[in-house]
């Protein structure tokens, strides 16, 4: 499973040309002229807006600019990496997965990984076994009021002396420099110390189901001991990547078409023992995007169920931060002050229904927290609250629903809408400078020569001949400066379609995209010659035209000061210009 796939096998995948197939897995498509178009699998949408091409075998995305090849979709929508994805489409499409012979380094690492896996399996059924014959670990459970269902079911064990364990897996032929190089065991001249021992342990599995490490948690209250330890970090276990309990919640997070958050494999647990199976919980440390991506794959809502507490609040905010940047419904269930797993013991089932139904969206949550350190009476704190909201506000990608939550909060502020609207643009218009004129067919109001750059642009991401041409082309005729810069990137590029976007930096993957579909109507070498004329000389006409007017206003300032050989030079030029008329681009 770990060797390197061959490049002729990537390549095979490359060159498949089966884009439509393989989405069709994912979501209706339906023919609409040369293209397929149907509802976007990455944002919400009723009207379809998810364009593929079979020409080009790309995808794109009118409504959240997402695009890509069959690698990117494939990648994109399963979460997958890019070996991963060429595996899933080269089984998708008959293609035989060709494995190098890897260097002998990469076979050693693999090898290890496997090793480590196996060992981890075995000492998970260890830690089970050892839970029958442990006092201290059945009463925990016990106390814990853990059902004997739940312990199975999320292989919940324990573990005895070092040397209990490392004799109960050597009896299991598990070689001993495995249970050192796998992080069980450390060793220390004759010693061999695990430093699970005498704790409960939960075994933790990755979103395969491999259990790729575990958490250990002291039983006895008056021990100095850390209350939790886990496995050492490894490229196995990687805090970062990992949620506890997805293994078993995934069926449940797609069924129920949202994720519940909590902070701890107790949590976890309990609310599985309750009947909700769509809970995972963080490793300890606050959300990473990396396990947002992991959640991504099976559902785009998630209700945060974190401690009251201070501590907890922080962490719910930076996790709202996260969450909402990577585009997901984020709500809000607030605990008053206990955690998941002591509330249903205490209130059951149904009340904890009733909380998530109260569940606030994420801005509220936000809105409140800013707002309980702040005196709304003094104005400065006002603006601090403003401030404070803007970037979570920013990350809401409804227009309405950020203009409702604009006006309560004006509301309740007592300041005028206007003055949020405007500091919002101001933080809108700052970070994001450079993207703010983004290509969009769809967009109503573009001007002609908007259109013409547009047009330009698609048609050389499709021409070579055409391509070669611009480049003798003086782009001063172009207006809009992020065509331009996209332009300069496709003439300097030799590749078409798919490649062309795949290297296309993140801040011109989408409208590229854009522009590939765009490109898909001008299907003969003569319409992309007719079209690319026509409209370079609605820019030169354009340039002429306004080159003009500035001459002309240069020659008024210069009247009004008086500065006669500026006048002169201008007027001269004016002339000239005058006399050259509009230059016209020919083949
Ligand atoms: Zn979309």
Known sequence: MFEKIS?????????????????????????????????????????????VSPQKQIFHCF???????????????DNLTFYEAIEVIANFANID???????????????QLERTLACFSQASDVFRSMLNESQFAKDYFAKRQLSQESIDMFGLGC????????????????????????????????????RFQHRVIFP??????????????????????????????????????????LSYAKQSIKQQKCVLLVEGYMDVIMCSQYGFQNVVACMGTSLTVDQVQLIKRLTESVVIMFDNDKAGQTATKRSIEILLQENMNVN????????????????????????????????????????????????????????????ILKCISDDVVRSHYICLMAQDLKINEEVIVAKMDELLYNKTQDYSIKLDTNKVGKNKYQKAEETILAVICINLDLREYLKGVDLT????????????????????DGVLLENASAEFKSSLGNVLMLATQYDTQMIQKNVFF??????????????????????????????????????AELDQKKKGGIYEYKY
């Open 7 to 51: 490049d002729q096998t990537i390549q095979q995948v490359k060159n498949y040309n089966g884009i439509v197939d393989f989405i069709q897995q994912y979501l209706t498509l339906k023919k609409r002229g040369q293209n397929y178009i149907g509802l976007c699998p990455f944002h919400g949408e009723k009207t379809p807006s998810f364009t």
């Open 63 to 77: 409504g959240c600019h997402e695009s890509g090849d069959l690698i990117a979709f494939a990648q994109k929508i």
């Open 97 to 111: 997965v060709v494995r190098e012979q890897s260097s002998k380094e990469m076979k050693q690492h693999y090898n």
């Open 159 to 194: 573990c005895g002396s070092s040397k209990q364990l490392f004799d109960a897996l050597k009896v299991l032929n598990v070689p001993e420099a495995d249970l050192v190089s796998s992080g069980l065991f450390s060793k220390n001249q004759q010693d061999i110390y695990c």
């Open 204 to 245: 933790i599995a990755d979103y395969q189901s491999r259990i790729v490490g575990f958490g250990a948690r002291i039983t006895d209250p008056t021990s100095n001991a850390a209350k939790y330890v886990n496995s050492e970090e490894s490229k196995l276990f990687n805090k970062r990547k990992l949620l506890y309990g």
């Open 332 to 391: 809000v269930v607030s605990m008053d002050q206990m955690d998941p797993a002591d509330f249903l013991l205490q209130f059951g089932a149904d009340a904890l229904k009733e909380k998530l139904a109260e569940s606030v969206s994420a801005f509220q949550f936000f809105y409140s927290f800013s707002k309980s350190d702040l005196d709304i009476s003094n104005i400065n704190h006002v603006s601090k609250l403003v401030a404070d909201v803007l970037p």
């Open 477 to 496: 005729i172009f207006i809009t400066p992020f065509i331009k810069s996209l332009t300069e990137y496709v003439i300097n590029s030799n590749e078409l």
């Open 534 to 571: 026509d409209c370079l000389n609605v820019l030169s006409k354009q340039k002429f035209t306004q080159d003009i007017s500035q001459l002309k206003e240069q020659i008024k300032l210069y009247e009004e000061s008086g500065n006669e050989t500026e006048l002169e030079k201008v007027m």
